[in-house]
Structures are given as structure tokens and as C-alpha cells.
């Protein structure tokens, strides 16, 4: 596998530059002030992006899982079974009804 620093030409005639001249000059005692100057100079870095931006890209993402969500569970939902008869609540109903306190102590009589 090839990499693209090794096919650029443009800089790899640059980096033999800089290889060959690192030996040849002296740097000298104001090296330091002078790449701080330079820093100094390019200025602050841009701000990060703002929430919206952010929100927008994470929004892009989840749009297409989201859709895709929608789409499984309404086909899961036609194709069950409903059965008319049966009336769940109804019998939850039943099942969680309350006992008297004639049926608790056995008054009856």
C-alpha cells in the first residue's frame, strides 16, 4: 500500500530540502523569538462551532435510524395477530380486583 506523501511529488522534493539543509546553517540564539513572533502573528484559533451546528450534524445522523425504527415497528405492528375476542383488559380487570373484608376474615355466612 502506497501512501499519498510518497506520491506527491511537490513534497517530496520538500522534505528533501528540509532534509539536506538541517545540518548546513545555524540556527542561532533568536530561533525562539522569532517562531513565537510567527505564532503570535497567525493569531487566535477560530472559535468552535456553536450547539446548533452540532445539534444539526447529530440530527443528520439520527434522522435515517430514526425513519428506519418507524418503518420495522409498523410493519411489526400490521402483521401481528389481533384477536378480536379477547379482551385483555377485561381480564386484568378481573385478576386485580379488590378482596372484601368478608372474603379476608371468612364471615360469610
Partial sequence: ???RVS???FLKKA??????SK??????????????????QIGPLKSAA???PAFEGMVWRLAPVSCLLVLVLTLFFVSMEQDVDSDYLGTMAAE????SLVELFDLEG
Avoid at 15 to 20: E, L, P
Avoid at 96 to 99: I, L, R, Y
Fill in 96 to 99: 386485580v380486583e379488590k378482596p
Fill in 23 to 40: 545540518g548546513g546553517g545555524d540556527t542561532g540564539e533568536g530561533w525562539q523569538s522569532q517562531a513565537m513572533r510567527r505564532i503570535r
Fill in 15 to 20: 522534505f528533501r530540502h528540509a532534509y539536506t
Fill in 50 to 52: 456553536g450547539f446548533w
Fill in 7 to 9: 506520491e506527491n511529488e
Fill in 1 to 3: 500500500m502506497r501512501f
